[in-house]
């Protein structure tokens, strides 16, 4: 997705300067050895790539507030969206040509749109666009791939308590796995053709990185360390998480262990789910 979005009414000439210029010359020494007009029209390339994430980025935040607003209060659906785009980490990586803002838009739709079909509106178009969203967020990264089990998670969770629980929780799982797979298939050529060995490079690809971490070793606490180990990520968090971020975890707790008498008149059991989905999605992931 990141690469159609870089690229999206360029004209494509594997023999054409660009193609060859990046192709023979070491990208550590494109700067140095390549002709400035070449460089001119590489760096112009880049900023038009840019600058199409960064508005599908903040169309994707758009429609995280319409979605939003069917789980949740307008202001609040308003307070989130405002969140979301003022966040550094979203600013700076929706500004830059790279996977994570794409990957994270898509992502987060996905698991709002799950949400309104499991605590809202099971009408099977949520369902339907949770699974093409939750397809091409696996399509352009593949930790995204982590939507799949937990699907079947919140799945099983909603349906705990209903008669039906195997068929429900099996509609959603199928329903969800086949619109995912379709999108998947349909936007990746090479699956058309070779299957079984893209999908192969892809999970090997990815089981690679987690066991061999970063080639350059980490910097932790003042020291190179190879493996920091698991204090790493919520110290990283911390460091990049803002105030504002902050007090919001702390009054999602509140808001999680709060009970209220009022839940069933207000629609708060509704919220408190999908809050406790939410929470869960971002320590599991």
């Not at 700067?31 to 903040?58: N, S, Y």
């Not at 803002?101 to 009408?123: C, D, G, K, N, W």
């Not at 990283?236 to 998480?241: D, G, K």
Request: charged residues 15%.
């Amino acid at each position: 997705m990141t690469m159609w979005l870089g690229n999206l009414g360029r004209r494509v000439d594997p023999d054409g300067e660009i193609a060859r210029t990046c192709r023979d010359v070491p990208a550590s020494k494109l700067v140095a050895q390549a002709p400035r007009a070449t460089l001119d029209a590489i760096r112009d390339g880049i900023f038009a790539g840019r600058l199409r994430i960064a508005w599908f980025t903040a169309l994707g935040i758009a429609a995280l507030y319409l979605v939003a607003r069917r789980l949740f209060d307008r202001p609040v659906a308003l307070v989130a969206g405002v969140l979301v785009a003022w966040d550094p980490l979203v600013l700076g990586q929706s500004r830059v040509l790279h996977l994570d803002a794409v990957t994270t838009t898509l992502m987060t739709l996905s698991l709002l749109a799950l949400l309104v079909y499991v605590v809202r509106t099971p009408r099977a178009a949520w369902l339907v666009a949770s699974g093409v969203l939750g397809g091409l967020a696996a399509l352009n990264k593949s930790p995204a791939m982590f939507l799949a089990p937990f699907v079947l998670l919140v799945a099983g969770g909603a349906a705990w308590r209903r008669p039906d629980r195997l068929r429900w929780t099996a509609r959603i799982v199928v329903t969800w796995g086949v619109a995912a797979a379709l999108a998947f298939v349909a936007l990746w050529p090479a699956m058309w053709v070779t299957p079984v060995d893209a999908v192969r490079g892809v999970l090997g690809g990815a089981l690679g990185y987690a066991e061999q971490g970063h080639e350059g070793s980490n910097y932790f606490w003042g020291a190179i360390r190879p493996d920091p180990g698991v204090l790493f990520y919520p110290v990283a968090w911390l460091f990049r998480a803002t105030p504002v971020v902050l007090a919001g975890v702390a009054a999602t707790v509140v808001a999680l262990i709060r009970r209220r008498t009022d839940t069933a008149e207000r629609g708060g059991s509704a919220e408190r789910t999908a809050l406790i989905v939410l929470a869960a999605y971002i320590v599991l992931f």
